[in-house]
T-cell receptor, first 112, second 114 residues
Framework: DAKTTQPPSMDCAEGRAANLPCNHS???????VYWYRQIHSQGPQYIIH???NNETNEMASLIITEDRKSSTLILPHATLRDTAVYYC?????????????FGKGTSLLVTP | NAGVTQTPKFRVLKTGQSMTLLCAQD?????MYWYRQDPGMGLRLIHY???????AKGEVPDGYNVSRLKKQNFLLGLESAAPSQTSVYFC?????????????FGPGTRLTVT
């Protein structure tokens, strides 16, 4: 699976959009981009995923560049409850199984 | 619909003791996983299962065993606990293994080995 690079931490004011970047320059054509988040002491929570096109759901939007080497997760109106560690994961099926390769993610702090 | 549940939530063991962590899911998922998370780190896969009666090793399987006798349950066993196994353990499940699946996680079990 392709490696990802994320900033270790970011701040965002409540009510503003939070834009979390992820670099995945070695991504292969069959690899998806997934975003999960982990609120303190809880299990990770799926947010969104995409392959080529931009995606939007009730939680967030995912913008993938045309060359697919980077992406941005957008939380349109961040709230205090969005404070969490956000993980960008790139994966495809592999012989070693079906695991999600969690890195260290980006710690997002939403402030009042 | 409870999703993924884990038992127990907390446990303290002495070195050399054994225990079993239980994971249960009510979503009829085929795939189940056990991860561990050490402080300040991401999750690492211990073992996984692609269906009832099957198990496979993940990234860090040493010191652990697993069983999947029923589709809805995935057990993680520590035969002789060591302080290095102090961690938070997360179970997850997913419906399938296509590129579009998502994993659902349980709340975690916090294990301390003294």
């Amino acid at each position: 699976d392709a490696k990802t690079t994320q900033p270790p931490s970011m701040d965002c004011a409540e009510g503003r959009a939070a834009n979390l970047p992820c670099n995945h320059s070695t991504i292969s054509g069959n690899e998806y981009v997934y975003w999960y988040r982990q609120i303190h002491s809880q299990g990770p929570q799926y947010i969104i995923h995409g392959l080529k096109n931009n995606e939007t759901n009730e939680m967030a939007s995912l913008i993938i560049t045309e060359d697919r080497k980077s992406s941005t997760l957008i939380l349109p109106h961040a709230t205090l409850r969005d404070t969490a560690v956000y993980y960008c994961i790139v994966r495809a099926l592999s012989n070693s199984g079906y695991a999600l390769n969690f890195g260290k993610g980006t710690s997002l702090l939403v402030t009042p | 619909n409870a999703g993924v549940t884990q038992t127990p939530k907390f446990r303290v063991l002495k070195t050399g003791q054994s225990m079993t962590l239980l994971c249960a899911q009510d979503m009829n998922h085929e795939y189940m996983y056990w991860y561990r998370q050490d402080p300040g780190m991401g999750l690492r896969l211990i073992h996984y299962s692609v269906g009832e009666g099957t198990t496979a090793k993940g990234e860090v399987p040493d010191g652990y065993n697993v069983s999947r006798l029923k589709k809805q349950n995935f057990l993680l066993g520590l035969e002789s606990a060591a302080p290095s196994q102090t961690s938070v353990y997360f179970c997850a499940s997913s419906y399938e293994a296509s590129g579009t699946y998502e994993q659902y996680f349980g709340p975690g079990t916090r294990l301390t080995v003294t």
